[in-house]
């Protein structure tokens, strides 16, 4: 059961050192990431209102960013201008409506203006804070941060930023840590457990004891270990149950070690 363990742990660390190794050069212009939309209620002292939290964990540049944020006083700013937005690309579709009635000359001016306010409109709604609860691919909404954020700490490369405010209610944390970080730290468990894969097959080479290293071809009675070996040597045709191979913590040991001391 523990090998099993064992294995799976192994298993995930390398999906999950691959997954952060090939990610990291389309890193690099924009990050990359998954995020988690939960909207909970939360009270203002006189009123409780619903208000999204935002959970996140992105590879920006040679950075891993995680961390989480509630904000409802951004959120309603960011209603206000998509809402501003949407009022704009309504008033540009209703000129181009008129031109094409009353022509003016201006149709070709105002099918740019319409298309620059759509495009906007579009950008800013794929930012992702108007989807819906759940998990999400794509940068955190909030990105980009400040590059100077207040109430920042350092400490051998890993930086922490929050910010906390009672009114109106706020809570901002993240962490910015060093990719190379993570990456060793995944690549570790793999890599010893390649090397103990390559030891023991080096051993089964050389026709040696995979988990304790003694020789099998010096004598076909290998001495006594904590475990048994997984590939004890032939016994011989015609020979007695005795004379039969004791592995590492082999029955017969307790029986040959009395008989030898008398």
Same mark, same amino acid.
């Given at each position: 059961?523990?090998?099993?363990?064992? *294995?799976?742990?192994?298993?995930? #660390?390398?999906?999950? &050192?691959? +997954?952060?190794?090939? #990610?990291?050069?389309?890193?690099?212009?924009?990050?990359?990431?998954?995020?988690?939309?939960?909207?909970?209620?939360?009270?203002?002292? *006189?009123? *409780?209102?619903?208000?999204?939290?935002?959970?996140?964990?992105?590879?920006?540049?040679?950075?891993?960013?995680?961390?989480?944020?509630?904000?409802?006083?951004?959120?309603?700013?960011?209603?206000?201008?998509?809402?501003? =937005?949407?009022?704009?690309?309504?008033?540009?579709? #209703?000129?181009?409506?008129?031109?094409?009635?009353?022509?003016?000359?201006?149709?070709?001016?105002?099918?740019?203006?319409?298309?620059?306010?759509?495009?906007?409109?579009?950008?800013?709604?794929?930012?992702? &804070?108007?989807?819906?609860?759940?998990?999400? &691919?794509?940068?955190?909404?909030?990105?980009?941060?400040?590059?100077?954020?207040?109430? *920042?700490?350092?400490? =051998?490369?890993? +930086? !922490?930023? !929050?910010? &906390?405010?009672?009114?109106?209610?706020?809570?901002?944390?993240?962490? =910015?840590?060093?990719?190379?970080?993570?990456?060793?730290?995944?690549? +570790?468990? %793999?890599?010893?457990?390649?090397?103990?894969? !390559?030891?023991?097959?080096?051993?089964?080479?050389?026709?040696?004891?995979?988990?304790?290293? !003694?020789?099998?071809?010096?004598?076909?009675?290998?001495?006594?270990?904590?475990?048994?070996?997984?590939?004890?040597?032939?016994?011989?045709?015609?020979?007695?149950?005795?004379?039969? %191979?004791?592995?590492?913590?082999?029955?017969?040991?307790?029986?040959?070690?009395?008989?030898?001391?008398?």
């Amino acid at each position: 059961m523990l090998r099993r363990t064992r *294995t799976i742990l192994c298993g995930l #660390s390398l999906l999950l &050192f691959l +997954t952060l190794l090939i #990610s990291w050069p389309f890193a690099q212009d924009k990050p990359v990431g998954v995020f988690c939309r939960r909207t909970e209620p939360l009270s203002t002292g *006189t009123i *409780t209102i619903q208000t999204p939290h935002f959970y996140f964990l992105a590879i920006d540049a040679n950075q891993l960013a995680l961390g989480h944020w509630r904000d409802p006083q951004l959120m309603e700013m960011f209603a206000i201008n998509q809402g501003q =937005m949407q009022e704009d690309v309504s008033y540009f579709q #209703s000129l181009l409506e008129m031109d094409k009635i009353h022509p003016t000359g201006n149709q070709t001016r105002l099918e740019n203006d319409l298309k620059r306010k759509q495009r906007e409109l579009a950008q800013h709604k794929n930012r992702g &804070f108007s989807k819906a609860d759940g998990l999400h &691919f794509g940068p955190d909404p909030r990105h980009p941060w400040f590059d100077n954020p207040p109430n *920042t700490k350092s400490f =051998m490369g890993i +930086t !922490y930023h !929050y910010f &906390f405010s009672q009114s109106p209610p706020a809570t901002v944390q993240r962490w =910015m840590i060093p990719l190379w970080l993570p990456l060793l730290l995944l690549a +570790t468990p %793999p890599l010893l457990r390649l090397r103990s894969g !390559y030891r023991k097959y080096r051993l089964r080479r050389s026709n040696l004891c995979p988990s304790c290293g !003694y020789d099998l071809r010096a004598t076909p009675h290998p001495l006594p270990r904590m475990r048994p070996h997984p590939h004890p040597p032939h016994t011989p045709v015609g020979s007695t149950s005795a004379d039969a %191979p004791v592995g590492c913590g082999s029955p017969h040991l307790s029986s040959r070690v009395n008989g030898a001391s008398r």
